[in-house]
């Protein structure tokens, strides 16, 4: 070999030797940039879920009163750890940051009574209205399952307004107009579609509300109502949005779910029902529709009332009807979100209760003659 060819060798495998540590730096850097892409994401995803959960209730469902005192001077940041400590929120810095965000002020000292249902807001108004601390004038309880009728019914009863009254102003353009400003994702021009019998059906939640006053104004009685809606409304928001449905159809549907639901019953498999129905263009065909069309309570629905003639009456017209029934509870608002994977087309409720669940007509009309017609 000449000194030539010697030089040339030599070069190449240094060449080849850069090479090769080239490649290895280059695994090393693409290996440091993924594990700290994933850690990254990892570190904001789990960010974003951790401060979601924390701006929500402590327990939905707790409504025990629990004590919490709040020293003359105190800051917010004080406020956030003595809410804490007693476990009325989840995270002192998310408070602390949220009340900044909405640049609330104006915390009053004193002796509370709070609970974990609560939300950040409910718990701000009350720190700086004092409102919790004073005893409630009168409550009113709102059931699930109620049409708008029977709520004006109890808020009578409990108030100084009549039925008509209420009714009037849940049916005021101006008062829903108003509403719709306050919440505009919730309240949408779908209420003032012309078949709809009354705009705010099914748009009040059932819940206890307190007042604090001997006589409140209307409005001030039912925006709480609407407001709690939007709030239980927004926990859905994003799976509204993957399902491509709108406020206004998803409480219409739940509102189905709840007429028919017994407490036997799994809610699920009825809306997985209604949506295989809708999937193959088949009428709804649900007696709670024609019971609201007719506007009755009746604990059967006959033939002949099949064939009232209403944009309502699912045994008539495809689809959805023009807005919800009822008010929905958050069981009834979950199925409506999460049906069960059946391919179920037919259920009835036996006098028991319980629901048998069936996929052609044919079962359906046998299931009818075992635990109806026999009876």
Do not use: C, W
Not at 132 to 150: D, R, Y
Not at 158 to 177: A, C, G, W
Not at 316 to 337: Q, R, Y
Not at 343 to 353: E, V
């Amino acid at each position: 070999m000449t000194e030539v060819d010697s030089k040339k060798e030599m070069l190449m495998k240094k060449l080849l030797e850069k090479h090769q540590e080239a490649k290895i730096i280059r695994k090393i850097v693409l290996t440091v940039f993924t594990i700290f892409a994933v850690l990254f994401t990892g570190i904001i995803g789990g960010g974003y879920l951790y401060i979601k959960s924390a701006l929500k209730p402590v327990n939905p469902d707790n409504t025990k009163p629990i004590n919490v005192s709040i020293p003359i001077g105190s800051s917010v940041s004080t406020i956030a750890r003595i809410l804490e400590k007693n476990e009325i929120i989840k995270d002192d810095k998310v408070f602390k940051y949220y009340v900044k965000f909405q640049n609330e002020s104006g915390f009053q000292a004193g002796d509370y009574q709070l609970n974990q249902a609560m939300t950040l807001d409910e718990i701000i108004e009350s720190l700086k209205s004092g409102k919790v601390m004073q005893e409630a004038v009168f409550k009113v309880t709102i059931p699930e399952g109620n049409q708008l009728s029977q709520i004006a019914a109890i808020i009578a009863k409990h108030s100084p307004y009549t039925k008509q009254e209420v009714m009037n102003r849940l049916s005021d353009k101006e008062f829903i107009n108003k509403m719709k400003q306050l919440y505009p994702e919730t309240i949408t021009d779908e209420v003032f579609h012309k078949n709809i019998k009354y705009p705010l059906e099914g748009y009040l939640y059932p819940a206890t509300y307190s007042f604090y006053e001997e006589k409140p104004s209307l409005d001030d009685i039912l925006e709480p109502m609407i407001k709690k809606t939007d709030e239980v409304l927004k926990e859905y928001q994003q799976q509204l949005e993957e399902n491509n449905m709108t406020a206004h159809q998803f409480l219409t549907m739940a509102s189905l779910i709840e007429e028919e639901a017994t407490e036997k019953v799994d809610r699920e498999k009825i809306a997985s029902v209604f949506y295989n129905r809708l999937d193959k263009n088949m009428p709804l065909q649900t007696d709670p529709t024609v019971l609201y069309a007719l506007g009755e309570h009746k604990d059967r629905v006959l033939y002949e009332d099949l064939e009232v003639d209403s944009p309502y009456n699912t045994y008539k017209v495809k689809g959805l009807p023009p807005g919800p029934i009822a008010n929905a509870g958050k069981m009834s608002m979950e199925a409506a979100l999460n049906p069960a994977n059946t391919d179920y087309f037919y259920f009835l409720a036996k006098p028991n209760g319980e629901v048998v669940f069936t996929k052609t007509l044919e079962e359906h009309n046998k299931a009818k003659q075992k635990y109806l017609t026999n009876q």
